[in-house]
């Protein structure tokens, strides 16, 4: 016995992307199409160009966000004051330098193979180069040195 056929159509694959990057929850999605949030959810399971989209803007913002770290940001804001019993509103912008950690992630993912920090666990130490040594062997004694000032520190 054959169930109600889906009133599910091939162009709300583009709709619900247009609705997602305007902030629509699937609440409102929903609503939207004219089915219950049980029929949106069942859809995204069914038809992975709705799941595949939400996951994708948010991959994006998540992206634009490590990248705005990494180079530094600034954005207008306001600050409230009490200036006798009324309020003062003063813009300024806010900025945010540059994190080197966030560009450091960034380019560890984006470039790899110039970016990864070696790793030489399980390499036998007759095959390295004395080159090879000599990094590890400073990269040993910078790690032991950090570690003792951070006991130091607490």
Do not use: C
């Not at 609705?19 to 038809?47: E, H, P």
């Not at 207008?76 to 994190?99: H, M």
């Not at 390295?128 to 006991?151: F, G, P």
């Amino acid at each position: 016995m054959a169930g109600r056929p889906t009133k599910y159509e091939k162009k709300y694959g583009k709709q619900v992307q247009k609705l997602y990057l305007l902030g629509a929850t699937d609440a409102q999605i929903a609503d939207i199409l004219g089915v219950s949030r049980d029929t949106f959810y069942a859809w995204k399971k069914k038809y992975p160009e709705l799941s595949d989209t939400k996951k994708a803007i948010a991959d994006a913002k998540v992206a634009e966000s490590l990248y705005k770290r990494a180079i530094g940001y600034s954005h207008k804001a306001v600050k409230i004051f009490n200036n006798y019993g009324k309020p003062l509103i003063v813009p300024y912008t806010e900025r945010y330098p540059p994190d080197v950690t966030a560009a450091l992630k960034w380019l560890y993912n984006r470039q790899p193979e110039l970016w990864r920090d070696k790793q030489y666990m399980g390499m036998e130490f007759e095959n390295l180069s004395d080159d090879q040594v000599t990094e590890i062997y400073e990269r040993l004694v910078a790690s032991m040195s950090q570690s003792n000032k951070d006991k130091n520190s607490q």
